[in-house]
Nanobody, 130 residues
């Protein structure tokens, strides 16, 4: 069973930065994708960024150039989402999610969307004030 635990959510002002972390345990599969998905209350979940097991990445157009997803496998698997130049419209609950096993590329997984994922974290709140 893959287990995901997010941390790093906070309240910041417009233009600020945050780094979210997702600690991944139980990943026994060689091929997978891990993504960050955000949701505003009352709206559908939206895929923000994805990284696949080969390290390729893909981003939602509105965060391209501001957000960076990365993966650290040195000791355990941790997936980060570096968020820069934050805007009020980035305010949401951010979830870490995994599709495993999966041979999808990051590009494919972002376009398939949140329905692609079979494991989810509990979410962390990001609030950006103007």
């Amino acid at each position: 069973q893959v287990h995901l635990v997010e941390s790093g959510g906070d309240s910041v002002q417009t233009g600020g930065s945050l780094r979210l972390s997702c600690e991944v345990s139980g990943m026994i599969y060689s091929y997978y994708v891990i993504g960050w998905v955000r949701q505003v209350s009352g709206k559908e979940r939206e895929g923000v960024a994805v990284i696949d097991s080969d390290g390729s990445t893909s981003y939602l157009d509105s965060v391209e150039g501001r957000f960076i997803i990365s993966q650290d496998k040195t000791k355990s698997t941790v997936v980060y989402l570096e968020m820069n130049s934050l805007k009020p419209e980035d305010t949401a609950t951010y979830y870490c999610a995994a599709a495993a096993p999966s041979t999808m590329s990051a590009f494919q997984a972002l376009r398939v969307g949140p329905s692609n994922y079979n494991f989810w974290g509990q979410g962390t709140q990001v609030t950006v004030s103007s």
